[in-house]
């Protein structure tokens, strides 16, 4: 079975930087797509950024040009490069992995805090 797991969350100010990871294992594994996404108290899960098994890559607006994803040569890690975080980035983050035809995985979850 595959399982996500993230790390690299934690509490920083304002302008500050933080690296997610998010571990990929299982048999087998050749997602169409992986991704990040964030849920906020009171808020959707949202989009945050996505990479496809050909390296096209989609950002939410709120973060484009702060944040960069990116994975490993293995295909099997991503990593989620977050600069001048804002206060309105405080959310749980979560790995999403997609494979075809309709099978979604989630990781549990990192906690992002932005403030001062």
């Known amino acids: 079975q595959v399982q996500l797991v993230e790390s690299g969350g934690g509490l920083v100010q304002p302008g500050g930087s933080l690296r997610l990871s998010c571990s990929a294992s299982?048999?087998?594994?050749?997602?169409?797509?992986m991704g990040w996404y964030r849920q906020a108290p009171g808020k959707q899960r949202e989009l945050v950024a996505r990479?496809?098994?050909?390296?096209?890559?989609n950002y939410a607006d709120a973060v484009k040009g702060r944040f960069t994803i990116s994975r490993d040569n293995a295909k099997n890690t991503i990593s989620l490069q977050m600069n001048s975080l804002k206060p309105e980035d405080t959310a749980v983050y979560y790995c999403?992995?997609?494979?075809?035809?309709?099978?979604?995985?989630w990781g549990q979850g990192t906690q992002v805090t932005v403030s001062s």
């Open positions: 990479i496809t098994n050909i390296d096209r890559t």
């Open positions: 999403n992995a997609f494979l075809a035809p309709s099978y979604n995985y």
């Open positions: 299982g048999s087998a594994f050749s997602p169409s797509a």
